[in-house]
C-alpha cells in the first residue's frame, strides 16, 4: 500500500530527523531503492529541544509531505527486543508534567502543555506492515521521549505504568512531532532497538545492531512509496 497520498505530479518528500549523524547515516546506507531521493536526513542533536528546533527551521527551508522521527532507542522488555523495529502509534512526551504530593501528572493533565502525538496511522500502519513483510522484527505502540534515560527498572515500570504499551523510549520524537504539527505535516517515528529500558549499563548497547536494522528498514522505505 503506499505510503505517500499527496496527488502531485512530484512526489512530496519526506525528512527523516535523526539525533546524532551516525544513525542518519545508518539510514543513508539503506536507502538503496527507487524511492530513495524523495528522503532528506537531518541529524539534528539529541533531545527533543534540539529536535524541535532542527525540525522547525528545515521544515521552513523546504517543502515536504511527512516528517519521520528516527534512530535508536530503549526498548520496553517483554515489548520490543534488542535489534528489532518499534514503529510508534503515538508519541509521547512521557515525563514532560509535574510531580506532586500524589506522583507525577502529565502537562496535559494539568493543562498546560501537549503531550501525546499521534502517528499518521495510515502510513504507520503500511510501514510497519512492509516491515514485517519483509521478515523483520517489528513492534508497533506508544513511543515515549523522555529528557532524561531511565536508568533503573523501578523507573522503567513506573514509565510502563504511566503509558501502558508503552514499546520504546528515545529523546527526540515529541521534539520532531511538535514542529511537524505547527506545520501541518503528518509525523512518524521509527526506532531500532539498541538497549533494554531498565538498570543502565551504556557498555552493553548494542548500537551496531540498531544500526544494521534502522538500515535494513530504510531499504524497505525507499522500495514503497511512503
Ligand atoms: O556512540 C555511537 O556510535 C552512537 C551511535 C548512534 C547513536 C548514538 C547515541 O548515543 C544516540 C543517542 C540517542 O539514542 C536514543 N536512545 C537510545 N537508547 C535510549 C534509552 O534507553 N533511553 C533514551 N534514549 C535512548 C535517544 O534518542 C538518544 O538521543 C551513539
Known amino acids: 500500500m503506499p505510503l505517500n497520498r499527496t496527488p502531485s505530479t512530484a512526489p512530496a518528500r519526506v525528512l527523516i530527523v535523526t539525533a546524532v549523524q551516525a544513525e542518519a547515516d545508518a539510514l543513508r546506507r539503506g536507502l538503496t531503492g527507487p524511492y530513495a531521493g524523495r528522503y532528506d536526513l537531518l541529524a539534528a542533536g539529541a533531545g527533543p529541544a534540539a529536535a524541535a528546533a532542527g525540525t522547525a527551521a528545515r521544515l521552513a527551508a523546504g517543502t515536504y509531505g511527512c516528517v519521520v522521527s528516527a534512530g535508536i532507542a530503549g526498548g520496553f522488555p517483554g515489548r520490543a527486543p534488542v535489534g528489532s523495529l518499534v514503529v510508534a502509534s503515538e508519541l509521547v512526551h512521557a515525563d514532560f508534567g509535574s510531580e506532586t504530593p500524589e506522583g507525577f501528572r502529565s502537562a496535559a493533565e494539568l493543562g498546560y502543555g501537549r503531550t501525546v502525538y499521534p502517528a499518521d496511522a495510515e502510513r504507520a500502519g503500511a510501514l510497519a506492515a512492509a516491515l514485517a513483510a519483509a521478515g523483520l522484527a517489528v513492534s508497533t505502540g506508544p513511543v515515549l521521549t523522555v529528557s532524561t ?67 535494513a528498514a530504510a531499504t524497505l522505505l525507499s522500495e514503497v512509496p511512503l
Open 149 to 215: 534515560a531511565t536508568g533503573s527498572a523501578a523507573a522503567a515500570d513506573a514509565l510502563a505504568a504511566r503509558v501502558p504499551g508503552a514499546a520504546a523510549e528515545a529523546m527526540e520524537g515529541c521534539g520532531v512531532a511538535a514542529a511537524a504539527l505547527a506545520a501541518g505535516l503528518p509525523v512518524l517515528e521509527l526506532r531500532a532497538i539498541s538497549n533494554p529500558v531498565g538498570p543502565r549499563d551504556r557498555d552493553a548497547w548494542r548500537i551496531g545492531e540498531a544500526l544494521d536494522a534502522l538500515a
